[in-house]
């Protein structure tokens, strides 16, 4: 138990005194916390703790623009130097001492540079990212410890030279050094507080702007889940709150809050925004619906755009399927395809025509892949649309495969002119273009019943040996309605033969395109046009669904505006959404290169086993011609079948070089054959007939001959076999030898 202590004992125990402190122990206790402070102050100061992050934003985005102004004036320099060696070169060609390929290599790489000129500067700068911001901070760091380590070896040089100076009888730069210095020691080492936590930006600093193959993937392999990043519902809105402009937005609320506010001044039931995202040409975002579908949205764009104080067409709504409620919302300031990368380059023959190829960019930064083969496909647009552009962007594509044989047809225009090199066939005239339209419907008869035989199965396999068909088709509607008859024919026949048309046209209706065929297309797409287009194309209920080409503007003399942006369905291994796309542009230069090189690779012709089945296919009835009741024509047929070397010559191409057909029986059978068609004045005779005339006319040579080994002969000659001829008298389908056929052979 603790003994008590008595208050007399307590009173009797004498008091301590405080120990006096000296005043060197006072100057030394000061001391010791002034360096505290100053240690504390420089510590802070080399970490960077006294950077305003604001300021270090500024710095970093300062540095971006730098960088990017230096890009911008190396690549002036290196057009200009293209410029010069183009200059040099045709001035050597003129005089003889250059080539002309030369000339036109350098016209390629002038054009290439300043496409990667115009496209630099149509890229904005855009925000510094994290990672950028960090280096500027460690920079400034780095750069204050340079500057501690040499200030100490200085200022023992400085220390130095006062001293000596005041050995001499100097005294004044010691006494302006030690001033200098007990000023500095006062501002180090006055009372220190740190600095709390950086502040945050009022937008994320990583641009949310790149194509989903440049993010990195959610963490532990988790899907994503469309509009999970709640930022803010309509309850949360503050009361009294009004309509602002979206300029005024800068943080993820306030969009969210521009967004909630503008909705519900014109009763669009816009209840919720989701996964806010910061671009360069503007914001994107998640926005759900509590009734009825996006189509509200859709309806109201118009006076959304007044309410956000946007351009035309500043209001992007796109219905999202998974989420039937839900709709991904852009509200566009600026270019959003100005940043999209140009096309690759493609050498010749690198690509096969089943091989996916970049051909556009969506409106959220992500690629537009497709394959033609076996995909028939329409691309509409009204004048100004950029249908030419889209075909010629295809076509570059396609010219570069090494089992495709590549055909242009306009009627009216000048079709892929800058690639022209590179294809096969170019038919410009109603006479050519049907010639081409009914070969290949005959073709690809003759390759649905050769597929078997080459053991292909349900499918054409195309191989350089046995190269696919693609056909570019511009302004179907200027073309003669026995070729719209045709390419509607062959739209039943040549999928599966690799034998694909992509025809463009103004309109979707079946008064541009012959037949009401649009909706049959598997892949279909349409550039700024008119409403009915949007529907008779994509379906009725296509607007409601968010598909709004008919918003897009054309080009006019010197505005590009929204010429070659596209929306399409169709395009193999990509689901059917509602989405813009911008279709790549290539300069003409770069074409007509890029088509020398090709044709300097080599182009292709069709197979001969092709060829031959095309000799025993039935035309279709409405090319044959009409006879009367004795047997004469009546109306000649309204096109030829002609050869592929027949074709080529037709349409001023180089025909395939074959060797003349050697003296002998079969050559003799041929020209006898010819000779007895043209004193008969007629074009074509049944097998029978045609062996009873020479018979008459030599019958030392052929009296003797029968019927089959006849055709023998004519085979042997490279007639092939028998084909079908038409009606002859009361004969609906005789087969036989026409004469022209016949002729091509020697």
């Known amino acids: 138990m603790a003994t008590e202590v008595q208050p007399e004992q307590a009173e009797q125990e004498p008091a301590k005194e405080p120990v006096e402190q000296t005043l060197g122990d006072k100057a030394k206790q000061a001391f010791a916390v002034q360096r505290s402070h100053a240690a504390a102050r420089v510590k802070e100061w080399l970490a960077g703790g006294d950077l305003d992050h604001v300021d270090v934003i500024q710095a970093a985005t300062e540095r971006k623009q730098r960088k990017y102004s230096e890009k911008i004036a190396r690549q002036n320099r290196i057009v200009a130097e293209a410029h010069g060696n183009l200059y040099n070169a045709k001035l050597q060609a003129e005089n003889g001492d250059g080539r002309s ?14 496409s990667k000129l115009s496209a630099l500067q149509a890229m904005p700068v855009l925000p510094p990212t994290d990672r950028e911001i960090a280096a500027v901070r460690t920079s400034k760091k780095a750069g204050r410890a340079g500057i501690v380590a040499a200030g100490g070896v200085g200022g023992l040089s400085v220390l130095g030279a006062a001293a000596e100076h005041a050995a001499s009888g100097q005294p004044l730069l010691l006494a302006i050094g030690v001033t200098a210095a007990g000023y500095g020691w006062y501002l180090l080492s006055r009372p220190f507080i740190a600095r709390g936590k950086e502040g945050e930006v009022p937008f994320p600093l990583t641009p949310a702007s790149l194509p989903a193959t440049f993010q990195a993937d959610p963490a532990g392999g988790a899907t994503p889940i469309v509009g999970g990043n709640v930022v803010m519902s309509v309850e949360q809105l503050p009361e009294g ?10 943080t993820p609320d306030q969009l969210a809050q521009c967004v909630l506010l503008a909705a519900r001044a014109e009763s669009v039931p816009i209840v919720e925004v989701s996964d806010v995202q910061r671009h360069p040409w503007g914001w994107q975002c998640i926005v759900r619906v509590s009734d009825g579908t996006p189509e509200a949205i859709i309806d109201k764009s118009g006076d959304l755009e007044t309410k956000f104080d946007l351009p035309a067409n500043g209001v992007r709504p796109q219905p999202i399927k998974a989420r039937r409620a839900c709709a991904v919302l852009r509200l566009v300031e600026g270019d959003p395809f100005a940043t999209a990368p140009g096309l690759p380059y493609r050498a010749p023959k690198s690509l ?36 030419t552009g889209i075909l010629q962007a ?25 690639l022209g090199d590179a294809i096969r066939i170019t038919a410009r005239t109603n006479e050519q273009i049907e010639a081409v339209l009914l070969f290949l419907w005959v073709m690809a008869k003759g390759r649905a019943r050769l597929r078997a035989k080459l053991g292909m199965g349900k499918k054409w396999k195309a191989s350089p040996e046995r190269p696919a068909f693609t056909v570019f088709f511009d302004e179907l509607p200027k073309s003669s309605p026995l070729a719209k008859r045709l390419y509607n024919d062959l739209l039943l026949v040549g999928r599966k033969e690799l034998i694909v048309v992509q025809a463009a046209s103004q309109g979707g209706q079946s008064s541009y395109l012959g037949a009401n065929v649009a909706q049959m297309i598997a892949l279909t797409a349409i550039g700024p046009c008119k409403v009915e287009d949007t529907r008779s194309v994509f379906g009725d209920g296509s607007v409601r669904e968010g598909y709004l080409p008919h918003k897009l503007s054309p080009a006019t003399a010197t505005d590009p505006k929204d010429a070659g942006h596209i929306f399409i369905q169709g395009v193999p291994g990509m689901a ?73 010559r037709l349409c001023g191409a180089q025909p395939v070089e074959i060797s003349p057909l050697e003296d002998g029986a079969p050559r003799q059978a041929v020209e006898d054959s010819v000779t007895v068609m043209e004193k008969a004045t007629v074009d074509r005779m049944k097998t029978e007939t045609l062996l009873a005339a020479v018979q008459d006319y030599d019958p030392d040579t052929y009296t003797e001959m029968g019927v089959d080994e006849f055709k023998a002969l004519m085979k042997k000659a490279g007639a092939g076999s028998p084909i079908t001829l038409g009606p002859i008298g009361e004969e609906k389908s005789p087969r036989g030898f026409k004469r022209d056929r016949l002729r091509h052979l020697l």
């Open 101 to 114: 390929s030369a000339v036109a290599h350098l016209g390629g790489r002038v054009a290439a540079e300043e």
């Open 241 to 250: 709150a009004k309509p602002f402009p979206i300029r005024g937005a800068r």
């Open 352 to 387: 096969s025509i089943t091989d996916r190829f970049r051909v556009g960019t969506s409106v959220g930064g992500d690629p537009l892949e497709l394959s033609l083969a076996g995909v028939m496909g329409l691309w509409v647009a009204a004048s100004g649309g950029g249908k």
């Open 394 to 418: 295809l076509a570059e594509g396609v010219t570069a495969c090494r089992d495709n044989i590549t055909i242009d047809l306009d009627p009216f225009g000048d079709g892929l002119e800058d």
């Open 576 to 648: 059917d959404e509602p989405i813009e796309y911008a279709i790549h542009e290539v300069a003409s230069a770069v074409l007509r290169q890029l088509a020398q090189e090709r044709l300097e690779a080599g182009l292709l012709d069709p197979d001969q086993d092709s060829l031959d089945a095309m000799r025993n296919v039935d035309l279709p009835e409405y090319v044959e011609p009409e006879y009367d009741k004795d047997g004469d024509i009546k109306k000649p047929a309204p096109v030829e079948l002609l050869t592929w070397d027949q074709l080529l």
